[in-house]
């Protein structure tokens, strides 16, 4: 055996003993996600009120659900067969997701202020846009390697970021100004 096979060995071991960590450690959260979902739900169906808050707020749980579930799976798969590419909209969708839940709560908190609200919607706008433009190139890439996502792959990073600190801060804004009595 020569030294570049070695080396060959050694670097996909290296590879192997990282993917088993990341599918353990994938595995382990998918499970905690699905026991808090479960736990949850079960608190949202004891209570009595059925408006149409809570029927969407259970849908919206359902489907966060349904794209973990999915996105873990395809990174088991990507584990265990070290498949090159994927279904990259799953984790996208989640991510979105996120991100639309806190908007919400932040639109739901300060409704009431117009500049607020359209300034919610166009951060929230922008984020769905550059993360679809992600997952498109990020698609391309996995069929021509020459390409680089590396901008979009920030750009997607800092409006998520920017999304969930401006909401945060809105609501915590809020809170501290103590409005939160006059809520209807």
């Not at 809570?54 to 919206?60: D, E, P, V, Y």
């Not at 996105?71 to 799953?90: D, H």
């Not at 607020?116 to 993360?131: E, P, S, T």
């Amino acid at each position: 055996m020569t030294p570049e096979e070695t080396q060959e060995i050694a670097f996909a071991g290296a590879e192997f003993l990282d993917n088993i960590s990341s599918l353990i450690f994938m595995c382990a959260l998918t499970g905690i996600y699905i026991l808090a979902f479960i736990i949850s739900v079960h608190i949202l169906l004891r209570r009595k009120s059925n408006g149409r808050a809570r029927k969407s707020f259970i849908a919206f749980l359902t489907a966060g659900l349904g794209l973990v579930i999915l996105y873990s799976s395809q990174n088991i798969t990507l584990n265990l067969l070290l498949v090159n590419f994927g279904l990259m909209w799953a984790g996208t969708l989640l991510w979105l997701m996120a991100d639309m839940a806190i908007i919400w709560r932040a639109w739901a908190i300060r409704g009431r202020n117009r500049l607020v609200k359209w300034a919610l919607l166009l951060i929230l706008l922008l984020d769905i846009g550059v993360n679809i433009a992600d997952v498109i190139v990020d698609t391309r890439l996995s069929f021509n390697p020459a390409i680089t996502t590396v901008t979009l792959d920030w750009l997607s990073i800092l409006l998520n970021l920017m999304v969930n600190v401006v909401a945060t801060f809105l609501i915590a804004y809020r809170a501290w100004s103590g409005q939160f009595t006059s809520l209807t």
